[in-house]
C-alpha cells in the first residue's frame, strides 16, 4: 500500500556468502582482528624515545585505559601480565560492535550469536584453566563450595555454584553481548526502512513526507546512542573477564 514495503525480517540477519561460507559477518570478524593488529604493530614500530602522537598515542591510550580501568580495578597489579589479552578482547570486541554503524556494513559481527559464544567459552577455559593451574585440583572445591559453607548445605551450595559457574557464566556473557547488539542493530535497521519508505511514498501520500523526518530524527538518536552502547558492551565484557580470571587466581571465591 502506497508504495511501502519492508523487506522480510531474516533479511537484516542473513548475508549471501561472499565465497565458500565466508559471508559479512565473517569479513567483519576478519576485518577488525586484522585492523587492531596493524594498528598496535604500527604504534610499535614507533620510535618510543619521541612523544606520542597519531596512532602510537591511541595505542597508548587504550592500553592505560584497560590497566587503569580494568585490570588495576579488578585484579591489581599482579594482573597487568593479562593487558595483552584483555587488550585485544577489548580492541576485537568494540570493532565488531562498531560496524553496526558504519555505512555499508551496517551489522554488528557480534550480533550473530556464533562470535559472542565463541569469547564466552574462550574466557570460560582461560578462567578454568588459570584456577587450576594456581590452586590445583583445590581450585574445584573453592569453585563449589564458598569458605564457611555448613555441611548440610554443601549438596545444595555446590550444586548452585556449578551451575552458576559452569554454565550461566558463559552463557550470561554470550547472551548479554549478544542481545544488546541485535536490539541495537534491529532498532537502527526498522528506523531507517521506515525512514526511507515514508519519504519515498510522497508521491502518493505527500504528508508521509513531513512524517518521515521523525524517524529519521530518532534514527539518528539510535546512532548515537550505540556509539556508547558499542563501547559500553566491549567495556563490559572486558571487565567481567578480569574479574573472572582474578576469582580464579586466588582460593577466596
Known sequence: MFGLEFPPINEILRWHDLFSSFNKISLIAVAAAVIG????????????TVAPTGIRNL??????????????????KEGLAWTPFLLSLFVFIFLCNLTGIVPILQMPATARIAIPLFLSLLVWVIF?????????LSYLTHLLWPPGVPVALKPLVGLIEFFSTIIVRPLSLTVRLFANMLAGHI????????????????????????????PFFMLVFLTAFEVLVVFLQAYIFTILTAVYIASSTHAEH
Request: net charge negative; charged share 15%.
Open 37 to 48: 593488529s596493524l594498528v598496535f604493530l604500527l604504534a610499535g614500530s614507533k620510535d618510543a
Open 59 to 76: 595505542a597508548e591510550t587504550s592500553v592505560e585505559f584497560i590497566e587503569d580501568s580494568v585490570i588495576m580495578q579488578t585484579m591489581g
Open 128 to 136: 578454568i584453566g588459570t584456577g587450576l593451574k594456581h590452586q590445583k
Open 187 to 214: 532498532l537502527l535497521v526498522t528506523f531507517a526502512l521506515l525512514s526511507e519508505a515514508m519519504f519515498q511514498a510522497e508521491t502518493y501520500v505527500p504528508i508521509l513526507t513531513i512524517g518521515g523526518i521523525l
